[in-house]
């Protein structure tokens, strides 16, 4: 997975990228918070970012701030780092749209479940957001049928909007995606078509 590192601590950074690297992220390292901004903006940004608190230009609560007024189909995953470890500023960072938020100094075991925490977090929505794009599609192809349906009691024709009167099977046809094959039920074939099938046979047998 690609991963955005916004850090201006170069020995922290180094640390980062090379754990990262370790664990078979694609890593992109920036030391300020306006060149974050640019590549999160950017075409395929990274799906996940570990941003520091206090970085020049633009600090991380102002990156994650933008980025959830932006209101992205696919936001990335914000990992906010901080030296900051009062729960009023660990609420301030989640509250401007982090995601996590470690404090420094980060043991590399616990930075390593929260990414992993990230990349599940990241494959679940991509799976759900598929799996909406698919129902999307399923229902856009659906037409249904609604209400009462006026139908004759003899002919047992339906009439439509228009007022007028079809058969049942073009009517269903033209207000829903089903499509009708015909056969014949016992009940059909006993009261009509075996009557037909003897009248035929006769007249065939007397020429005989």
Excluded at 47 to 61: C, E, R, S, T
Excluded at 122 to 141: F, G, I, K, N, P
Aim: charged share 30%.
């Amino acid at each position: 997975m690609r991963v955005l590192i916004a850090e201006d601590d170069p020995v922290f950074g180094r640390v980062l990228e090379a754990s990262l690297v370790k664990w078979g992220h694609d890593v992109i390292a920036v030391s300020d918070g306006t060149e974050a901004w640019r590549v999160l903006q950017g075409e395929d940004p990274p799906q996940l970012a570990i941003l520091d608190w206090l970085l020049p230009g633009m600090d991380g609560v102002a990156v994650c701030q933008r980025m959830r007024e932006r209101a992205d189909a696919d936001p990335a995953y914000i990992i906010l780092v901080s030296v900051k470890d009062r729960a009023q500023d660990i609420v301030t960072g989640l509250q401007a749209g982090a995601d996590d938020y470690i404090t420094k100094p980060a043991a590399p075991e616990e930075l390593r479940a929260r990414v992993q925490v990230g990349v599940r977090m990241l494959r679940l929505q991509s799976a759900l957001a598929d799996r909406v794009r698919e129902l999307e599609d399923a229902l856009s192809q659906v037409k249904q049928l609604q209400g009462l349906l006026p139908i004759c009691s003899y002919c047992k024709k339906i009439r439509d909007d228009q007022n007028y009167w079809q058969q049942v099977e073009d009517y269903v046809t033209e207000h829903s995606e089903v499509r009708f094959t015909h056969s014949i039920c016992p009940k059909c074939y006993e009261k009509t078509v075996k009557p037909m099938l003897a009248e035929y046979r006769e007249p065939r047998q007397g020429k005989s």
